[in-house]
């Protein structure tokens, strides 16, 4: 089972490596799109590396509610945990 941090951890190397950010940049409260200037081409890309990582997709429609990264790290959590 992962945890929040590790999530965070892994989404924060998944955003360095994919856009070259550098990795102080990224805190929990990061806006990714004002912050970390990552545009809806970078949003596809992110979420197509999640899919990837977990074997499991956002929905497209979940997605567009999400702003920081803490966003992200809860999504991926919902999304990979197991159904009760």
Same mark, same amino acid.
């Given at each position: 089972?992962?945890?929040?941090?590790?999530?965070?951890?892994?989404?924060?190397?998944?955003?360095?490596?994919?856009?070259?950010?550098?990795?102080?940049? %990224?805190?929990?409260?990061?806006?990714?799109?004002?912050?970390?200037?990552? +545009?809806?081409?970078? $949003? #596809?890309?992110?979420?197509?590396?999640?899919?990837?990582?977990?074997?499991?997709? %956002?929905?497209?429609?979940?997605?567009?509610?999400?702003?920081?990264?803490? +966003?992200?790290?809860? $999504? #991926?959590?919902?999304?990979?945990?197991?159904?009760?």
């Amino acid at each position: 089972m992962q945890t929040r941090d590790d999530i965070f951890n892994t989404l924060r190397d998944a955003l360095v490596e994919l856009f070259e950010l550098d990795p102080e940049r %990224i805190s929990l409260g990061s806006n990714l799109y004002q912050d970390l200037e990552i +545009d809806s081409i970078d $949003a #596809v890309d992110l979420i197509d590396h999640i899919k990837r990582q977990t074997g499991k997709k %956002i929905a497209a429609e979940e997605f567009k509610s999400v702003r920081t990264v803490s +966003d992200v790290v809860e $999504a #991926v959590y919902r999304l990979v945990q197991p159904a009760a």
